[in-house]
Nanobody, 124 residues
Framework: QVQLVESGGGLVQAGGSLRLSCAAS????????MDWFRQAPGKEREFVAI????????SYADSVKGRFTISRDNAKNTVYLQMNSLKPEDTAVYYC?????????????????WGKGTLVTVSS
């Protein structure tokens, strides 16, 4: 069992930055690929970024490429999402998710565990 707890959300002006953190319980964190998803009001949840178990493979949604950076610290059981140049359309609840193994996925149904989310609001 893995528990994921997101933090770092808040209100920020357009053009600003936030860093989200996702802290994981358990001793096997390094065995999981970690994803970030987000769900904007009235919209379906969508993939944002993914990092493989060892950080060797990283991928982003086109909408955040060049602005967001995903990273992880396996010693701290934590994955991060650095968000720069934020736009009002980035407003959403951001979720981290974990998928066991070396094969990564951007699909919600492939995730094994989810956090409860943290709200990011970007004002114009």
């Amino acid at each position: 069992q893995v528990q994921l707890v997101e933090s770092g959300g808040g209100l920020v002006q357009a053009g600003g930055s936030l860093r989200l953190s996702c802290a994981a319980s358990g001793r096997t964190f390094s065995g999981y690929a970690m994803d970030w998803f987000r769900q904007a009001p009235g919209k379906e949840r969508e993939f944002v970024a993914i990092i493989s178990w060892n950080g060797g493979s990283i991928s982003y949604a086109d909408s955040v490429k060049g602005r967001f950076t995903i990273s992880r610290d396996n010693a701290k059981n934590t994955v991060y999402l650095q968000m720069n140049s934020l736009k009002p359309e980035d407003t959403a609840v951001y979720y981290c998710a974990a998928k066991w193994g070396v094969i990564t996925s951007t699909k919600e149904n492939d995730m094994d565990y989810w956090g409860k989310g943290t709200l990011v609001t970007v004002s114009s």
